[in-house]
C-alpha cells in the first residue's frame, strides 16, 4: 500500500489553491468573504448569492493553502519537491493561475525582491505565471 508521499509523487500534475488574506482596502470596505479555506481537508467552500439565492460550493485540492499561509510553508510544503525531482533530472514546472490581484505575482516571486519563494517570467496570459529557469533565495 502507498502513503500519501509515494501516492503524491506518482501523479504528475498536482493543483494546489492558494487563499491570500483580505487586503487593507477589503478590510476597510467590508468586503464579503466569499471563499473559506479548510487545509487540512484540503477543500475551498466558496459561498455566492445569486438572484438572492445562496449557493454554497465546495471544491477540492490536492493542497490548500490559507490566508495565514506564507511563502516558506509554500516553499517547503509544495516547492522543495518539485526542486528535488529537477535535481534528480525531471524537467518540472510551477506556474500560477488565477483571476487578476489573486497573488500570483506574491506567490512566484515574494514580496520583495531578496525572499523569493520563485524566480518566474510571464508567459503569453496575463493569467498565467510560469517557472523558466531556477529558483534562489
Ligand atoms: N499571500 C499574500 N499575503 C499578503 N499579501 C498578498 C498575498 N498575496 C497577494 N498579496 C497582495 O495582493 C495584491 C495582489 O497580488 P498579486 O499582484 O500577486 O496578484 P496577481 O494575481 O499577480 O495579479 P495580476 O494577475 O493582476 O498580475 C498585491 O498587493 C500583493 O502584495
Same mark, same amino acid.
Request: charged share 35%; with cysteine; hydrophobic share 10%.
Given at each position: 500500500m502507498w502513503n500519501r508521499h509515494e501516492k503524491e509523487k506518482s501523479v504528475n500534475v498536482q493543483v494546489l489553491l492558494r487563499c491570500r488574506p483580505f487586503s487593507e482596502d477589503e478590510v476597510r470596505n467590508n468586503a464579503p468573504q466569499v471563499v473559506t479555506c479548510n487545509e487540512y481537508q484540503r477543500e475551498v467552500a466558496v459561498s455566492q448569492n445569486i438572484a438572492g439565492k445562496h449557493i454554497d460550493r465546495v471544491f477540492t485540492f490536492d493542497k490548500v493553502f490559507g490566508p495565514s499561509a506564507q511563502q516558506k510553508d509554500l516553499y517547503d510544503q509544495a516547492i522543495i519537491p518539485i526542486v528535488n525531482e529537477v535535481l534528480e533530472g525531471f524537467n518540472c514546472t510551477i506556474f500560477a493561475y488565477g483571476q487578476? *490581484?489573486?497573488g500570483k505575482t506574491y506567490t512566484m516571486e *515574494?514580496?520583495?525582491?531578496?525572499?523569493?519563494?520563485l524566480v518566474n517570467r510571464p508567459c503569453a496570459s496575463s493569467h498565467c505565471k510560469s517557472l523558466c529557469s531556477s529558483f534562489y533565495f
Open positions: 487578476t *490581484g489573486t *515574494g514580496e520583495c525582491k531578496r525572499s523569493k519563494v
